[in-house]
Every structure is written in C-alpha cells, then in structure tokens.
C-alpha cells in the first residue's frame, strides 16, 4: 500500500503493544506484534462464557462478570495461559473451568470463539458479541489531554485496551480516512473509537471509576483512540515510526 507522496510527518511512534488472548480479560503487552488481514495474531481468540446458559461475557454491562477484569491472559509457547492472583492454567488444562468458576460464583469456562460448547440450553457455536476492528491505536496526546481533565484520577492505557500505543503529539482523530504505516503493516484508519462501561471498570490495582466514562462523553463525544483496518500484513515493533498520508 503506497502512502502517497506527501505523508504527515508529525513525530509519532510505537510506545506500547498489546494483545488479549481471551475477550473481556485483561492481556499482554508485547515487543512485536504480528498483524493478519483478521488482525493481531492470537487477539481475542477465544471467549469467558457461562457454561450453563452460554452467556458470552460483558463486564461492561453485566455485574456477575465484572471479577473477568481481575484475571488476565497470554500466550505462552502457542497456549492462552489464564492467571489470577492465585493460580495459572493453560486453556487446555481441566482445572481452569473449576478455577474459573469459582472466581465467579457460577458455572463458566473459556473456549475458542467458533467452537461448539454443550450448555443446558443446548449445543451452541460460541460468537464474539461484537465484531471487533482488526486494530485499535491510542496516542499518547489523547491520554495526556483526558489525564488533563481527571487530575484526580489515576489513568492507565490498560482501561482502555488499545493494541497500540502511539507516543506523539497529534491528534489521531485527524488520521481517520488516512492511510496508516507502522512496521511492514499498512492498513487505513477507519473511524473514532467510541467507549463503553470497560473503561470505568475496577482491575487489578486499579479501582473502579465512573467519572472516567463520563468524562470521555462529557468532552470527546464518547471518543477516545481510532481504529484501522488491515491493507497488508504485516509485524509491528515497539520503536517503530509511525506514518500517516
């Protein structure tokens, strides 16, 4: 994909990556990140679901799911590992639907998104809630100017589940319709990032926070970060110069 002649050349690179192996869990924070036409590699490949009714998981809507922030996944030698603060067990390994449903006080497992779960209301092939963008960017100037309206609140990228972080002082609103280049991935940027309950929600050491969410719709019309397709595959490498045109 040919970026034109005439690319924005404002300072930007790669701060940060991240990958969330299970959907509604917390992720991982990589060097690189390999970038298919479906998007990163290993993203949200497999879903938390209620073993029972076959309720996909939605902590920003629904309270019995809200302790899914307080676990996290990753990808360890090709196996989605799960840990709490207590335990880790590979998505193969029989103990974590007991763990998992302890965590939660009801019968839950995690399993690929596509495959078939047996549940009291029947068999069910398991689908993500949402069709998610292949890549979700947030920079660097969007959390300074909301940190900017929240002195009292401690912000962290990890509220906000971006794939990648761009360290710059540009606006990425300004980017969406453009061409984007980062690493040997070249995609475009596609549409502003509206924000739901997720960023609101207590995780790990961070507490829970309605004001944050509020904020965002109060002053960004609900925005915060953009999306961006996939025009070629590619890798992705913190460091890496980011270019827009």
């Not at 596609?190 to 995780?203: F, H, I, N, S, V």
């Amino acid at each position: 994909m040919d970026l034109g002649s005439d690319p924005i050349e404002v300072p930007a690179t790669v701060q940060e990556l991240w990958r969330y192996p299970v959907s509604s869990l917390r992720g991982e924070r990589l060097d690189t990140l390999d970038v298919t036409f479906d998007g990163v590699r290993g993203d949200r490949s497999y879903l938390l679901v209620d073993a029972v009714s076959g309720e996909i998981a939605a902590p920003e809507k629904i309270a019995h799911w809200r302790p899914a922030l307080q676990l996290a996944a990753r990808i360890v030698d090709g196996d989605v590992v799960v840990s709490s603060t207590a335990w880790n067990f590979s998505v193969a390994d029989r103990e974590l639907d007991t763990a998992l449903s302890d965590h939660f006080g009801f019968r839950c497992a995690i399993r690929r998104a596509g495959s078939n779960l047996a549940t009291d209301a029947g068999d069910i092939t398991l689908s993500p809630r949402y069709i998610a963008s292949p890549i979700h960017l947030l920079s660097t100037r969007s959390l300074s100017d909301l940190a900017g309206l929240l002195p009292q609140v401690v912000l962290n990228v990890s509220r906000f589940r971006p794939n990648i972080v761009v360290d710059t002082s540009a606006d990425e609103n300004d980017w969406v319709g453009n061409q984007i280049a980062i690493g040997t991935y070249r995609g475009t940027v596609t549409e502003k990032t509206k924000r739901c309950g997720m960023t609101m929600l207590a995780q790990a050491e961070l507490p829970e926070d309605p004001e944050i969410l509020r904020t965002i719709v109060r002053n960004r019309q609900r925005c915060l970060g953009v999306y961006a397709d996939v025009g070629s595959k590619g890798v992705i490498s913190v460091g890496d110069r980011v270019l827009v045109g």
